[in-house]
């Protein structure tokens, strides 16, 4: 991919529903798209509709194929709700930084998501997983409205039920056959044990959840230095020249999508920001 | 094992109170243990006691005709259950239920209520601690009712 502007074709090779309108995409990566890194995302393009800003939510060590689980809420967004395998659609990509994973080995990593928010971070515990003895606890907060709504449920437990990872999850509402915890994420926060001076923490979803979890994650003893997070703001270039998702003197789509807390906190206590 | 006392003094809720405060406070307390599915606390029934959950989860809830039971939110080992017993009329505004079985500490009320009207600074001292619970409670009912992760948010 030379021109970053210039979408590149690209098949879809796969669709997983998740609930009513969150999908995965499984896209085959196209010719000399560069190896992605955790919390990058890529501009998926529909022809006639415009293009969407959507994390990757994959393995970054499987580069035959890209994975992106998307929330059907915009225009671009809801036509490829309907895309399924063979579909062809455009992509750029990849673009933005990434999750500070090196600041984290040796130390507890600490990761909170909200709804689909887990999606960014899902190439993290890939990476974090597959070299397990590099961190000491890795803890997962993870917020959903309904038990229907979690994402990634089998690949979780498999991964708690083996022992890689400290899982907390709730529900803002429960069913019947739920047994797990009901109420915000927040609340779950004390009850891991981490090593707040020696750890690293990563927090994707809404920005209202990420105030809240940072509030409690600073009584617990992490300073804003060690919180990172991951926001979204209207990205359209996704280069760094239209302005567009502009955050005081930075662009998310360029010096983000992942920043240090005490760096955008500021702008997120700020009206219109 | 622990008494009732060194429970208590470990406890984060009771964390910078007064020791001889805390052992007064053990003084109305025992350790008690609910079954799954048995019932804690009934809405509506007088409430003289609180628990500090010690292990296993609560169900709070709350029923709502016609559609049944409404679970508002769990509880868990480290948590405080009831702060009915603290204002009158002293009554359990929600039900409280048993999911797993839970150990806890049951502390009676009235006992605490006596000590803390023969000693208002320590009944202070608890107001304190169990205002911040209600805060932290109000905060999560806020945030949940902005339906955090519906239709506007990160992709």
Not at chain 1, 127 to 144: C, P, T
Not at chain 1, 256 to 265: F, T
Not at chain 2, 134 to 143: G, I, K, S
Request: net charge neutral; glycine share 10%.
């Amino acid at each position: 991919m030379n021109d970053p502007l210039l979408p590149s074709r690209c098949t879809i090779r796969s669709r997983l529903t998740h609930s009513e309108d969150v999908f995965t995409l499984e896209l085959d990566t196209p010719v000399c798209y560069p190896a992605f890194r955790a919390g990058q995302f890529n501009m998926l393009y529909v022809p006639g509709a415009g293009e969407a800003a959507i994390s990757i939510s994959g393995d970054p060590a499987n580069t035959g194929s890209l994975l992106h689980t998307i929330r059907a809420v915009g225009n671009v967004t809801h036509l490829l709700h309907r895309y399924g395998g063979g579909d062809r659609i455009g992509i750029r990509g990849p673009f933005g930084n990434s999750w500070p994973l090196t600041a984290a080995r040796g130390k507890d990593l600490v990761l909170v998501a909200g709804g689909i928010g887990l999606a960014p971070l899902r190439p993290v515990l890939y990476q974090a997983l597959a070299e397990r003895d590099q961190f000491n606890r890795i803890v997962l907060f993870y917020g959903a409205r309904t038990p229907a709504d979690i994402l990634y449920a089998d690949e979780l437990m498999a991964w708690k039920a083996q022992g890689l990872l400290d899982l907390f999850v709730s529900v803002d509402t429960s069913t019947a056959d739920w047994t797990g915890d009901v109420g915000v994420i927040t609340s779950l926060i004390p009850r891991a044990e981490v090593d707040t001076d020696n750890g690293v923490v990563m927090i994707c979803g809404p920005e209202i959840m990420i105030r809240f979890s940072v509030n409690k994650l600073r009584e617990l003893g992490f300073s804003r230095k060690q919180i990172h997070v991951s926001l979204e703001r209207n990205m359209k270039c996704a280069v760094g020249f239209c302005g567009h998702c502009q955050l005081g003197t930075q662009f998310i789509c360029r010096d983000g999508p992942v920043l240090p807390y005490n760096k955008v906190e500021s702008f997120l206590l700020t009206k219109g920001f | 094992m622990k008494t009732v006392s060194d429970a208590l003094l470990a406890h984060p809720f009771f964390a910078g109170l007064n020791e001889d405060y805390v052992r007064l406070i053990a003084g109305c307390g025992e350790n008690t243990v609910f079954k799954p599915d048995q019932v804690i606390a009934t809405e509506g029934d007088d409430a003289n006691e609180f628990y500090i959950l010690r292990k296993g989860r609560v169900a709070i809830q709350i029923h709502a005709a016609p559609t049944g039971t409404a679970l508002l939110q769990t509880l868990d080992g480290g948590d405080i259950l009831g702060w009915s017993w603290l204002f009158p009329p002293y009554r359990w505004s929600t039900e409280a239920k048993a999911i797993q079985q839970v150990h806890a500490i049951r502390l009676d009320g009235k006992c605490l209520r006596a000590k803390c009207d023969r000693d208002p600074a320590m009944g202070y001292e608890l107001m304190k601690r169990f205002s911040q619970i209600m805060v932290q409670r109000l905060e999560a009912t806020r945030l949940r009712m902005l339906d955090l992760y519906g239709k506007a948010e990160h992709s």
